[in-house]
């Protein structure tokens, strides 16, 4: 691939790792790729940033209705309780199990992608808008 973004000179509207060429992007992908440690820790940064979303909204919302007087305290400890034993283990906890839509065999294999699938796939797009 020659031409592209590699030509585009960084003014004050593009950062350099906008102006790095596909060919630059797909190559540092890839390498990154080849470690899953660097998969794994993204994926854990991402899952501790989307718990305390989580738990910033749902403490927000128990707050609201309490505030508002839809629920008292006791009323969702005792929810709580109930359904916390919905997925048969009284531990404080509910499997996320429990709430995900089950999925056919074919839709696990379509749903696996390997790291150097997707880089395959996103190469593809990348040249498809070129």
Not at 1 to 30: H, N, P
Not at 85 to 98: I, N, Q, T
């Amino acid at each position: 691939m020659s031409g592209g973004w590699t030509g585009v000179q960084s003014g004050k509207y593009f950062s350099a790792k906008l102006c790095e060429s596909w060919d630059q992007r797909i190559r540092r992908m890839r390498s990154q790729a080849k470690d899953p440690r660097n998969e794994l820790i993204d994926r854990i940064d991402q899952l501790e940033d989307d718990l305390g979303r989580t738990l910033l909204l749902v403490q927000t919302l128990a707050e609201l209705c309490v505030a508002k007087g839809l629920l008292t305290r006791e009323e969702i400890a005792k929810m709580a309780d109930r359904v916390d034993r919905a997925d048969g283990v009284k531990d404080g906890r509910l499997d996320p199990e429990m709430l995900r839509p089950k999925r056919t065999a074919e839709e696990e294999r379509k749903a696996e992608v390997s790291p150097e699938e997707h880089l395959r796939n996103l190469e593809e797009r990348a040249r498809k808008k070129i």
